[in-house]
């Protein structure tokens, strides 16, 4: 993009949106870490320095103080510890995301195998990758022929004698009686940031991040190691190494002050999400039922759903609670989920959606990105040549529903295409489980809303629109 | 409609050609499933179609409409680099207005058993494409999750039969960026028949049932379209005349049984941009004991597996060498017992889908691609040998090379020696415009 192709029209500023980096630009970037100015088992806030440009991918860096062989659940990673964060910016909240470790549940489907295995395994502990696993030796099979596949890290399964069985170790390096700490980006605390940095420098209030850590007693922020380790395990959080390491650009004076000057009184528009939770019994989502899920008024483009199916101890899964159910198989016989969205009079599929390949191609057609999750994990579907049950990770079954992947990365998207605001009636959701185990579930719906924000005079304000 | 600028709507369309019984098979007298995108004032989202539902695999009839379906024993597979898109023979889109045919993709499975397998990677088949096509790259694993699916041989909560898929038709008309105009009236295509034809069963599945069948039921198309604005409609009526343009693929098809192989094909495509050819002995076609959507190198001796090499290869058009302006001479050409495949030839090929520097993720490997011999349909690396022959014309020319008066040529130099002919499938890919108007429409090669 040239420097001159400043567009007043839209009056976004635009070295704020990210990409738009004019070829010839002087950069430089300052880190700094900072403690944060509260800090608790069950909260923290940092506040920034109103300088530069917050870079969107600055980092969280958490930890656990726990001895033992326990990791962060293998989906979402070090991403469990956070239940709500919240950009506030004065008074006013610009972001705010709900459930934030169950959001990531969804949002880290979308990472390719390889960066999981190469990449986010150290920075975030997040270790979804798959493989065949070809050492099973059952039915004198080649060396290139795999009865079933399992998880793909850089450690090699213990195989009994007689192969038949084996178990895979979570890598040393996540374990957490190692001390391990990791980093979450703010862009993914604060999704509008994928798009847009903050320009810190022209904002004159206090601009702060706030994160509710998952309670200790909710046993939702790690798990252990099955059978070798106890459920129950309080996992504290390292206040010591709770830091935001905070990279802030620079463009030249004149850069920055014509910068201030053409946007001094800015507008601009970004997704903020707004989350409806709820929760069902089986007999209920066996029903055809529809819900309200919100939205009156607004515009909304995307709505995300997930059905956490309630299992305690939460710390003995591998994915502790961040899951959404698939309906359950009856004997061999695959389940069903139909479902529709109704807003405005209209429903958003001429005929409801039951065929599960459909509502993984709609999840990726709403995300614009593909799922990297296998037909197993999404709807219970391809028994038989599968997840591996004999080959276990941390002692976990991978093919069980109750404590591995099976059927447990069932989220579902609906993207709005009418360009339309929802009415005062709001959104409805159509949901019916051919059948579910007899659990209590807990049911989520992120809508992603439309918000504006305005900056004038170094003051910011944001509004739904 | 209402005034919904950039506004899409979903649509589900049953084939128009349904059977009595709900359920389609090649077996049972219907091998082609038609559907018909209606002529309206919208435009369609090609990239967004997808044919939709549930397939099954049997290895016999059960005499009442479906079939057995196989144990894990059971000698019965389907090739792990397609698994549902094993199904496509060919597509074929025309006008529903007009019956103009826009592209006809011959030979679909075929093209799709190299082309998926090097534009994406293992953990992208296992992942993303095991939830839409089903597709596990591994001969044995595939056929666990895939084939002996049980999933509606017990009648007790049964909702369907075998696997839910959902696979997208990957034509280059469907695939080009450009919405489609389905109105008649001037500013589109007049409506879009989309003809499926099914592959026979004995070219889908491999194994010892010879009277093994597939099965579709509850197939539908789904797709997107968008809705233009009042504004853009009352412009849109009085255009009368459109175009289109977009990259179509061109399928051809010989064979080759001799050590000097040649093949030689007047296209009659102005602007090609790329081509490839994948083999097959032929005895392998359409022949239930074997898998017909391989990929193989040439081969000599099919009981003992022994591979014939290719020792050099000559691209031309119309007599003169094109693009390479020399012989490829292949690394086994020097030392006849290597077993690696050429890495020229390897890189050729792939930069005939897209450019080398730009394949971010394949299943091409020196396990998957290579001279190495086998002699049964399952001891392979992944989702089997992916070898092929490719060349890349956009490299010299970015609007494609002509050949519309010039003939498309290839010598080879194999050592193909005995008595085994082989099937070559042949691939372009070129620039095509559609022109049309309210009369009709026209395809300009």
């Given amino acids: 993009m040239d420097e001159n192709d400043e567009d007043d029209r839209t009056r976004i500023p635009n070295l704020m949106q990210l990409g738009s980096i004019p070829k010839d630009l002087t950069m430089d970037q300052d880190t700094e870490t900072l403690d944060p100015v509260v800090n608790s088992q069950t909260f923290c806030r940092f506040v920034l320095s109103n300088k530069g440009y917050l870079h969107s991918f600055s980092k969280i860096i958490l930890g656990v103080d726990n001895a033992g062989s326990g990791t962060f659940p293998v989906n ?47 920075t975030t502990s997040r270790i979804m990758a798959h493989d065949f696993v070809l050492k099973n030796n059952v039915n004198a099979q080649s060396n290139v022929n795999a009865s079933f596949y399992g998880l793909n890290t850089n450690m090699e399964y213990d195989v009994e004698t007689a192969g038949d069985e084996g178990n895979l170790q979570s890598q040393p390096e996540i374990r957490t009686g190692n001390k391990p700490t990791f980093a979450i980006a703010l862009a993914d605390l604060f999704p509008f940031l994928q798009f847009n940095q903050l320009p810190l420098f022209q904002i004159t ?36 190494k709770t830091k935001f390491v905070a990279d802030y650009i620079y463009y030249s004076p004149e850069k920055m002050q014509e910068q201030a ?171 019916q489980y051919s059948t579910v185990n007899n659990i209590t579930y807990t049911h989520r719906s992120w809508l992603e809303m439309v918000k504006t924000a305005r900056l004038q005079d170094g003051m910011f304000s944001c509004d739904l629109m | ?62 005499g009442a409409g479906f079939g057995t379906v196989p144990a894990i024993t059971d000698d019965l597979n389907v090739s792990p680099k397609l698994s549902a898109y094993s199904i496509l023979d060919q597509v074929v889109i025309s006008s529903q207005k007009n019956k103009s045919v826009i592209e006809h993709v011959k030979f679909m499975n075929r093209y799709l058993a190299s082309y998926l397998p090097v534009i994406s990677s293992k953990e992208e088949a296992i992942g993303h494409q095991n939830s839409q096509s089903c597709m596990l790259p591994n001969v044995e694993t595939n056929k666990l999750g895939f084939v002996c699916n049980q999933n509606g041989v017990s009648a007790v909560s049964r909702l369907a039969r075998g696997n839910a898929f959902c696979i997208d038709l990957p034509t280059g008309f469907l695939n080009s960026k450009e919405p489609i105009g389905l109105s008649g009236k001037g500013w589109g295509v007049g409506g879009l028949e989309i003809s499926v034809h099914l592959a026979p069963d004995q070219q889908v599945l491999n194994g010892s049932w010879t009277n093994a069948f597939y099965q579709l039921t509850d197939v539908q198309l789904v797709c997107e379209v968008s809705n233009p604005s009042i504004e853009r409609l009352g412009e849109l009526s009085r255009q009368t005349q459109g175009s289109m343009e977009y990259n179509a693929i061109s399928s051809y098809y010989t064979t080759i049984a001799s050590s000097n192989a040649i093949i030689n094909f007047r296209l009659g495509l102005r602007r090609v941009l790329g081509a490839f050819i994948n083999f097959i002995p032929s005895q392998y076609l359409n022949n239930i004991t074997y898998d017909g959507l391989q990929t193989t190198p040439l081969i000599n001796d099919l009981s003992a597996g022994t591979i014939a090499p290719i020792n050099q290869i000559v691209w031309q058009r119309g007599g003169v060498r094109l693009p390479k302006m020399y ?9 006849g017992n290597s077993t690696i495949s050429d890495p020229e030839f390897a890189r050729s090929f792939m930069s005939a889908f897209k450019p080398f520097m730009s394949t971010t993720s394949t299943q091409q490997s020196p396990a998957t691609n290579n001279r190495v011999g086998f002699d049964n349909m399952e001891d392979f690396v992944d989702a089997g040998l992916m070898f092929g022959l490719g060349v890349d014309y956009s490299s010299i020319s970015q609007t494609g090379v002509d050949f519309s008066s010039e003939n498309f040529g290839v010598q080879m130099e194999t050592g193909l020696t005995k008595d ?26």
């Fill in chain 1, 205 to 240: 209030q206090q601009v702060s991040v706030e994160l509710h850590f998952t309670p200790q007693a909710s046993l939702k922020r790690c798990i252990h190691v099955k059978t070798d380790e106890a459920s129950g395990t309080l996992f504290n959080i390292d206040e010591t």
């Fill in chain 2, 420 to 445: 085994n002919p082989h099937s070559a499938f042949l691939f372009v890919r070129s620039v095509q415009t559609l022109v049309f108007n309210q009369n009709g429409l026209q395809v300009i090669q």
């Fill in chain 1, 261 to 431: 000057e053409i946007h001094r009184d800015s507008t601009w528009t970004y997704n903020d999400y707004r989350l409806n939770k709820r929760t069902f019994t089986q007999g209920q989502l066996q029903d055809n039922t529809i819900i309200d899920i919100g939205g009156a008024g607004r515009i909304i483009n995307k709505v995300i759903t997930a059905l956490e199916g309630v299992r305690d101890p939460a710390d003995s899964h591998m994915l502790n609670r961040y899951t959404s159910s698939a309906p359950s198989l009856v004997g061999n016989n695959n389940g069903r989920f139909t479902t529709n969205l109704i807003y405005n009079d209209n429903r958003l599929y001429p005929i409801d959606r039951t065929n599960s390949a459909v509502h993984f191609y709609d999840l990726v057609q709403a995300e614009q990105n593909i799922a990297n999750v296998t037909r197993q994990e999404f709807t219970s579907a391809g028994t038989g040549g599968g997840l591996a049950d004999d080959y276990t990770y941390m002692n976990y079954e991978p093919v069980s529903v109750a404590e591995g992947l099976n059927g447990n990365f069932h989220y579902i998207a609906y993207r709005l295409n009418r360009n339309e605001r929802v009415n005062s009636r709001g959104i409805q959701l159509q949901l």
């Fill in chain 2, 1 to 62: 409609m209402s005034n919904m600028a950039g506004s899409t709507s979903y649509l589900s369309i049953p084939p128009s050609n349904h059977s009595s019984t709900g359920t389609i098979s090649y077996r049972d007298g219907n091998p082609v499933v038609n559907f018909v995108i209606g002529e309206q004032d919208r435009y369609l989202l090609g990239s967004t179609v997808r044919m939709v539902g549930n397939m099954a695999i049997y290895k016999e009839s059960d």
């Fill in chain 2, 327 to 335: 012989n490829e001479n292949a690394n086994v050409r020097t030392n």
């Fill in chain 1, 76 to 122: 979402i990673g070090v991403h469990s510890l956070i239940e709500r964060a919240t950009l506030r910016i004065g008074t006013t909240v610009v972001a705010e995301l709900d459930d934030f470790n169950h959001w990531m549940g969804y949002k880290s489907l979308f990472i390719d195998n390889q960066t999981n295995k190469e990449r986010e395994t150290y």
